[in-house]
């Protein structure tokens, strides 16, 4: 279950503050202040004429033309992240030279063709066999279509004059060798090829026709070579080195080039909209250029032939881009039958964004026909210093600018760079079932369609470095338009859309990301990069067994993006998301779905091919075999929606900026980790866009979402982010955020952290932890965002939300923090004690984690009756009420709260809150934590435990899954009132396996409920309350049942690495849940008049937490008084010391001296040797050594005769390590049973053990006897004579009524299995057992502590 809407910018400005008008009074409510860590930053609401945030670096004063800067270089061009750029090719040598070898015939000669005549306007031309005929001047004549045979070449020479030549062709058919240059030899000649040809007639809905043939307008490399060099202009695109104002006749620029005089150079915008209609990229000339006009500081300045029309920014966060456009080399479709004749008119309307609402007209600009160049059939290209102009053939399959068409891997010497490709009316440059080429430092502007393009799915081991792609538009105008939710309606295969995910169109179309993404830009376009979800190849690969959608990551690093995310408050610079599949209704079409598609738009990264392995490419993809996609070092600026948008798929994106942006990012996957993150909401640079509306548009620095997530963030910086409340607590310096201005503002209700509260239906685990946050002049830090009902009333996500600020910097604390909502309609459910701080304006509640000593996080989800559960999500338009016997209406969804009447969908059918009187309805008259229909419960862990109270009475049948806790870190106990004479019976259960039960048995104290290995239960006669410590438990198996821990391996078989699921990135580990585990609870009462449900509920007495002379003073703690120090410690916390510490196994324990703490006192060696070690210790300080063994049987033993009684079950267990090389070996726990009936028997329980961990070895054994009992022991044997081995905190607890037999003891067929016990990064064993205040920290810190 996941959401159906999010955040979006909101379209007029928001109340100031949504802060709760009730803020409880038991804590304070002002949070404490967190100093940014650097200067500040200029506000964001300042003039553009003044600098901007992190100013360029400063230059040496100059007296010269260009002033004295400050100037940005490449050194200085990013705050975080490193932009790799191009290494410099030197300069080129003039040898071996196609047209100056020998044997060449002449183009212009007669006698070079068969008929004896130089071809004549309109004929078409074959090559004569075997020869190479060389161009050397102009050709006059517009010619058909030329044939180079398989056998022969046609070469571009130089014309002797320097003049240029030119050859207008309808097109081309090269079998043989089509060459200008080499690449040895640089062609210097200007060369322009037109190619004609009016665009057919009889193109289908596939965008095919008999008409347009390879070789119709273009020229088509079939199984030939072209190979054309012109001259090698470097780097082919730059940076600016310092803005340009309007009226500026020049620009400089970061890197030294060596362009020429008349050249057209393209300057890309930096205004945050770019369309046909509306943008500010230029075109302009070169007059001159100067080299190091400002030496070691500046490349070179380019004076143009006039001056700028728009501003364009520089400063040390971002830069425009300036490309070459002109090259002497052209390719082009002639003028006057490539454009389209069917222009937009621009008078359409669609949705409104930041307050205006112009869109493309739909299905105009249809028509664009230019040339296009097709390398097949085994072809070879080679392409660098070429412009293709006016090329591209609008939805006609195949006829691109530039082609390579089902090469495989017969191509990998190929290349396409230092290109330029402008006015192109169907894409720039398609790799198609093509591997291992390269397609480098390419310029494009002004384009139809996906720019460089991975056609099918399966193209694998491309480069795809340095290039720019701007001013990119939508396919036949049909643009993705949509408002704020998270669905686009799909788009569909039509003969003016034959690639519907063209309404999509943006600069790289990566539909495989296992390809070298490096180094390239986009300005403009739907968005920036587009990786878009196939799950199979289409078109002529669609039968290629592979789910493209799931290739990893090669290298994705250094690529920018800005100007973008203009048409969807969704769409992100850098855009996961969006599906492309074949139709349902006929697989031939193609169906693109540009929003959330939760079917056919899903990732899953897997190390193990699923399509290989299981020949199913959906086969899941398990723990211990999941891969993350890896973005690095990438930048976006200028984008009035998410910097970077992923709506599944697993990633680490590392080393990430966004400036002037609406939100820094989002995504909505289980396992995205995120470092170095900079979010500079605003930079103080004026935003450029249509209404001049900046204040309509967010600047949210992230978004937690509401269900099924995993989001680790780390060392990151927020930067002017949040709007600048008079609320704002944490920061009152009046630059801090942004306001509401024109120039550059944001809306009011922004904030540098949202998390999404609107529903009943789809609510929060444990899904988001934080470390090394720093916030740099930010407004308003929090907000709770709820789009239906701000909160009032308020959501089941919304009281669940959690949020693990491992060290405290998110909240300002400073210290080890949980955030938690600060609803007040949660009663006291997370305000647990007068130390949590409170913000009012999120609402959020702060608890300090070192204020308790287990302090934790646990989610579980409670069902007792199906017919009330199974209403989740139901979107009636009714609400249920008692009398609908929950039948035909609806409860707890993603929509409104209250139907049409008024009445809740999700009303309260129960509470949850902490034990103990500072809980009770006194202190909280809310009574705790609303339990509804949808009962999923996150909440702190590790204190006195939850009690559950459903208003129609104890359940019957409870059923306990979804859980997450860390079970050895934080106990999570949960309790429940059932009168007395009522019987239990408690499982756990894992998932497919029907014969993996672990049945619970009782104790006799609370304590050992919460000390246990998470399998027992106890029921208090005094409060008529039922025990029961809830623990996460391994998917599909119970073998050796103990406290696993998150870094328990994996002992049931099978892919997973694991016993517990889980997301680690950081050095933070979150627990997930795994589907299909789950707890029951059966309790044996009569049925009361609401089924389901006990007949009698017991007057609730609370339970005494504290001892005498102590009061609770939180939920977790007991103290002598409110802020005082000197507070109960039922149990020491079980250390590395010195001092002898208690061990595992006490309390109900009956073996003496379990732990040896006391030496060998209690114990004797069962024949060979035992004596205490120091070296080795399950838990305490020392465990016993078993040496000098010569039989199997000889170990430490220990008399039990007066402690254990005939005719009982007891379960046994201690913990062993091998000592020695010996690496695996067995361990029997044996009891030595005398009567005076049938004399000695032996019974044990035994385990495999290793000479790297410590291994529980446990088990029942039932002590039946005929006779008196007469004696009994209890010792340790089993590995090889002479092997030694150490054993620790031995155990023998009586199962009482309730737990299991000896019958199901033996009859069990789960085998045991060996047990990895947690160290702490300190080096102490940290020991299950339950310490009131015990040193061990939650879950998430325990890694660095």
């Known amino acids: 279950n996941v959401p159906s809407n999010a955040p979006t910018p909101q379209p007029s400005p928001e109340p100031t503050s949504s802060a709760p008008t009730n803020v409880p009074s038991n804590a304070p409510t002002s949070p404490p202040s967190n100093p940014p860590t650097s200067l500040p930053t200029p506000a964001p609401y300042l003039p553009p004429t003044l600098p901007p945030t992190s100013p360029p670096t400063p230059n040496p004063t100059s007296t010269n033309l260009y002033g004295s800067g400050p100037f940005v270089t490449s050194a200085s061009s990013s705050e975080l992240v490193t932009i790799p750029r191009p290494q410099n090719p030197g300069s080129q040598s003039q040898i071996n030279c196609p047209h100056l070898q020998v044997g060449l015939k002449n183009w212009h000669d007669s006698s070079t063709w068969l008929s004896s005549s130089i071809p004549a306007a309109g004929e078409s031309v074959t090559l004569p066999e075997n020869s190479k005929v060389v161009i050397t001047q102009a050709v006059l004549e517009e010619l058909n279509v030329i044939n180079v045979p398989s056998s022969s070449e046609l070469i571009f020479g130089e014309d002797a004059g320097g003049a240029a030549i030119t050859l207008d062709v309808a097109g081309m058919d090269v079998q043989g060798a089509l060459r200008a240059g080499s690449e040895t030899c640089v062609y210097d000649t200007e060369l322009t090829i037109t190619l004609h040809g009016s665009r057919p007639a009889d193109l289908d809905i596939y965008g095919k026709s008999p008409t347009a043939t390879p070789s119709y307008k273009g020229i088509s490399v079939n199984g030939g070579i072209i190979s054309m060099h012109g001259k090698r202009h470097f780097p082919t695109w730059s940076r600016l080195a310092e803005s340009v104002p309007i009226g500026q006749n020049y620009l400089l620029l970061q890197e030294q080039v060596n362009w020429e005089a008349g050249q057209e150079v393209l300057l890309t915008t930096t205004a945050v909209h770019d369309s046909r209609d509306w943008h500010r990229n230029e075109v302009m000339t070169i007059d001159y250029v100067v080299d190091n006009p400002i030496p070691g500081v500046v490349g070179s300045a380019v004076h143009f032939t006039s001056s700028a029309t728009y501003a364009h920014i520089a400063n040390n966060a971002y830069q425009a881009e300036v490309g070459l456009l002109s090259r002497n080399i052209k390719i082009q479709g002639a003028a006057d039958d490539s454009e389209p004749t069917d222009p937009d008119t621009g008078s359409c309307t669609g949705n409104w964004h930041f307050n205006v609402n112009f869109k493309p007209c739909p299905w105009t600009s249809t028509t664009g026909f230019g040339g296009h160049i097709m390398v097949h059939s085994g072809g070879k290209g080679y392409m660098e210093g070429v412009e293709l102009y006016r090329m591209?053939?609008?939805?006609?399959?195949?006829?691109?600018?530039?082609?390579?068409?089902?090469?495989?891997?017969?191509?990998?010497?190929?290349?396409?760079?230092?290109?330029?490709?402008?006015?192109?009316?169907?894409?720039?440059?398609?790799?198609?079932?093509?591997?291992?080429?390269?397609?480098?430092?390419?310029?494009?502007?002004?384009?139809?369609?996906?720019?460089?393009?991975?056609?099918?799915?399966?193209?694998?081991?491309?480069?795809?470095?340095?290039?720019?792609?701007?001013?990119?538009?939508?396919?036949?105008?049909?643009?993705?338009?949509?408002?704020?939710?998270?669905?686009?309606?799909?788009?569909?295969?039509?003969?003016?859309?034959?690639?519907?995910?063209?309404?999509?169109?943006?600069?790289?179309?990566?539909?495989?990301?296992?390809?070298?993404?490096?180094?390239?830009?986009?300005?403009?376009?739907?968005?920036?990069?587009?990786?878009?979800?196939?799950?199979?190849?289409?078109?002529?690969?669609?039968?290629?067994?592979?789910?493209?959608?799931?290739?990893?990551?090669?290298?994705?690093?250094?690529?920018?993006?800005?100007?973008?995310?203009?048409?969807?408050?969704?769409?992100?610079?850098?855009?996961?998301?969006?599906?492309?599949?074949?139709?349902?209704?006929?697989?031939?079409?193609?169906?693109?779905?540009?929003?959330?598609?939760?079917?056919?738009?899903?990732?899953?990264?897997?190390?193990?091919?699923?399509?290989?392995?299981?020949?199913?490419?959906?086969?899941?993809?398990?723990?211990?075999?999941?891969?993350?996609?890896?973005?690095?070092?990438?930048?976006?600026?200028?984008?009035?929606?998410?910097?970077?948008?992923?709506?599944?798929?697993?990633?680490?994106?590392?080393?990430?900026?966004?400036?002037?942006?609406?939100?820094?990012?989002?995504?909505?996957?289980?396992?995205?980790?995120?470092?170095?993150?900079?979010?500079?909401?605003?930079?103080?640079?004026?935003?450029?866009?249509?209404?001049?509306?900046?204040?309509?548009?967010?600047?949210?620095?992230?978004?937690?979402?509401?269900?099924?997530?995993?989001?680790?963030?780390?060392?990151?910086?927020?930067?002017?982010?949040?709007?600048?409340?008079?609320?704002?607590?944490?920061?009152?310096?009046?630059?801090?955020?942004?306001?509401?201005?024109?120039?550059?503002?944001?809306?009011?209700?922004?904030?540098?952290?949202?998390?999404?509260?609107?529903?009943?239906?789809?609510?929060?685990?444990?899904?988001?932890?934080?470390?090394?946050?720093?916030?740099?002049?930010?407004?308003?830090?929090?907000?709770?965002?709820?789009?239906?009902?701000?909160?009032?009333?308020?959501?089941?996500?919304?009281?669940?939300?959690?949020?693990?600020?491992?060290?405290?910097?998110?909240?300002?604390?400073?210290?080890?923090?949980?955030?938690?909502?600060?609803?007040?309609?949660?009663?006291?459910?997370?305000?647990?004690?007068?130390?949590?701080?409170?913000?009012?304006?999120?609402?959020?509640?702060?608890?300090?984690?070192?204020?308790?000593?287990?302090?934790?996080?646990?989610?579980?989800?409670?069902?007792?009756?199906?017919?009330?559960?199974?209403?989740?999500?139901?979107?009636?338009?009714?609400?249920?009420?008692?009398?609908?016997?929950?039948?035909?209406?609806?409860?707890?969804?993603?929509?409104?709260?209250?139907?049409?009447?008024?009445?809740?969908?999700?009303?309260?059918?129960?509470?949850?809150?902490?034990?103990?009187?500072?809980?009770?309805?006194?202190?909280?008259?809310?009574?705790?934590?609303?339990?509804?229909?949808?009962?999923?419960?996150?909440?702190?862990?590790?204190?006195?435990?939850?009690?559950?109270?459903?208003?129609?009475?104890?359940?019957?049948?409870?059923?306990?899954?979804?859980?997450?806790?860390?079970?050895?870190?934080?106990?999570?106990?949960?309790?429940?009132?059932?009168?007395?004479?009522?019987?239990?019976?408690?499982?756990?259960?894992?998932?497919?396996?029907s014969s993996c039960v672990e049945t619970f048995f009782a104790v006799n104290s609370v304590d050992h409920v919460r000390a246990s290995q998470g399998n027992t239960y106890y029921y208090d006669e005094a409060t008529k309350l039922l025990y029961v410590r809830i623990i996460q438990t391994p998917q599909t198996y119970l073998t050796d049942w103990h406290l696993w821990n998150l870094d328990d391996l994996n002992m049931g078989g099978g892919p997973r690495t694991h016993a517990l699921d889980r997301f680690t990135f950081s050095g933070i580990t979150l627990p997930s849940f795994a589907y299909g585990p789950y707890l029951q609870i059966e309790a044996d009462c009569a049925e009361g008049a609401i089924s389901g449900h006990c007949a009698t509920t017991p007057s609730y007495v609370e339970p005494e937490v504290c001892p005498p002379d102590y009061i609770q003073v939180s939920y977790d703690k007991c103290c002598v008084s409110e802020g005082s120090s000197a507070c109960y410690i039922p149990t020491l916390p079980p250390t590395f010391s010195p001092t002898p510490q208690p061990t595992f196994g006490q309390g109900d324990n009956l073996v003496l001296n379990p732990g040896f703490e006391s030496g060998l006192t209690d114990w004797y060696a069962n024949s060979g040797l035992i004596q205490i070690d120091t070296s080795q210790a399950h838990s305490g300080t020392q465990s016993v050594l078993a040496t000098g063994r010569t039989s199997t049987w000889n170990g430490p033993q220990q008399t039990m005769i007066e402690r254990m009684t005939a005719n009982k079950t007891y379960r046994i267990s201690c913990w062993a390590k091998l000592k020695g090389t010996t690496s695996s070996d067995t361990l029997k726990l044996t009891l030595r049973i005398n009567d005076d009936v049938d004399g000695t028997k032996w019974l044990g329980i035994s385990n495999a053990i290793n000479n790297q961990d410590w291994t529980l070895i446990q088990g029942d054994i039932a002590v039946n006897v005929a006779g008196t009992l007469t004696g009994i022991d209890l010792y340790a044997e089993g590995p090889a004579v002479g092997v030694e081995y150490y054993v620790d905190d031995v155990s023998a607890i009586e199962v009482l009524s309730g737990g299991r037999s000896l019958e199901s003891a033996r009859s069990s067929t789960q085998p045991q299995h060996e047990d990895v016990e947690m160290q702490a990064a300190s080096g102490a064993v940290v020991s299950p057992m339950f310490a009131l205040l015990a040193v061990a920290p939650i879950f998430l810190w325990y890694q660095w502590k």
């Not at 760079?417 to 398609?430: G, P, V």
């Not at 709820?786 to 669940?800: C, E, K, L, Q």
């Not at 999570?972 to 894992?990: K, N, Q, R, W």
């Open 392 to 993: 591209g053939q609008t939805n006609v399959l195949g006829r691109y600018p530039f082609h390579w068409h089902q090469l495989g891997n017969a191509c990998s010497d190929c290349y396409f760079r230092a290109n330029s490709i402008h006015l192109s009316y169907y894409r720039c440059i398609s790799i198609h079932g093509t591997h291992n080429t390269t397609v480098s430092e390419n310029v494009a502007y002004d384009v139809d369609g996906y720019c460089y393009y991975l056609e099918d799915g399966v193209e694998e081991d491309n480069t795809i470095s340095f290039n720019l792609a701007a001013h990119i538009h939508p396919v036949s105008n049909v643009v993705a338009d949509s408002g704020g939710g998270q669905t686009i309606t799909p788009f569909g295969q039509s003969r003016d859309l034959i690639l519907p995910a063209d309404a999509t169109a943006s600069g790289y179309y990566i539909t495989n990301l296992h390809n070298d993404i490096i180094g390239n830009a986009a300005s403009g376009g739907w968005a920036g990069f587009a990786l878009p979800v196939l799950h199979s190849p289409i078109g002529a690969n669609r039968d290629v067994n592979m789910r493209p959608g799931n290739r990893l990551t090669k290298v994705f690093d250094g690529n920018v993006a800005h100007s973008t995310g203009w048409w969807w408050s969704h769409a992100g610079a850098f855009y996961s998301g969006g599906s492309l599949y074949y139709s349902s209704g006929d697989d031939t079409l193609l169906e693109y779905n540009a929003g959330r598609d939760q079917s056919k738009g899903t990732r899953s990264p897997c190390l193990v091919d699923k399509c290989v392995e299981n020949n199913n490419c959906g086969s899941y993809c398990y723990e211990g075999e999941r891969a993350w996609y890896k973005l690095t070092n990438n930048k976006v600026f200028m984008t009035a929606s998410p910097s970077l948008n992923s709506w599944s798929g697993r990633m680490e994106v590392i080393r990430f900026e966004a400036h002037d942006v609406a939100l820094g990012m989002e995504a909505l996957q289980d396992g995205f980790g995120i470092d170095q993150l900079l979010v500079e909401c605003r930079s103080g640079e004026e935003w450029v866009m249509p209404g001049n509306r900046p204040d309509y548009v967010s600047a949210n620095g992230f978004f937690w979402y509401d269900t099924g997530q995993g989001h680790i963030i780390s060392s990151s910086t927020f930067r002017n982010c949040g709007a600048r409340n008079a609320t704002n607590a944490y920061d009152t310096s009046p630059t801090r955020g942004c306001d509401t201005n024109k120039i550059n503002g944001c809306s009011s209700g922004s904030t540098v952290w949202g998390f999404l509260t609107h529903s009943d239906q789809f609510t929060p685990e444990l899904m988001q932890a934080t470390s090394g946050i720093t916030y740099e002049d930010c407004g308003r830090r929090f907000k709770l965002v709820d789009f239906a009902d701000n909160n009032t009333p308020s959501s089941v996500s919304g009281r669940a939300q959690n949020w693990i600020d491992t060290d405290g910097s998110a909240s300002g604390l400073n210290e080890p923090t949980i955030m938690a909502s600060g609803l007040t309609d949660a009663g006291n459910w997370w305000k647990v004690d007068s130390n949590v701080v409170d913000d009012p304006e999120a609402p959020l509640a702060f608890i300090k984690v070192n204020d308790g000593n287990e302090r934790g996080l646990g989610h579980i989800r409670l069902r007792w009756k199906d017919e009330i559960h199974n209403t989740v999500g139901n979107g009636s338009s009714k609400a249920c009420t008692p009398s609908d016997n929950w039948q035909n209406c609806g409860t707890c969804y993603n929509g409104p709260k209250v139907d049409g009447s008024g009445d809740p969908y999700c009303p309260a059918l129960g509470r949850i809150r902490h034990i103990g009187s500072k809980f009770d309805l006194t202190n909280d008259p809310l009574g705790g934590l609303p339990i509804t229909a949808n009962a999923e419960v996150a909440g702190l862990t590790g204190g006195f435990g939850w009690l559950l109270q459903l208003d129609d009475g104890p359940p019957k049948s409870l059923k306990i899954d979804q859980i997450e806790v860390d079970p050895v870190e934080t106990p999570m106990v949960l309790a429940i009132p059932y009168d007395s004479g009522t019987s239990f019976s408690i499982t756990a259960h894992a998932a497919y396996c």
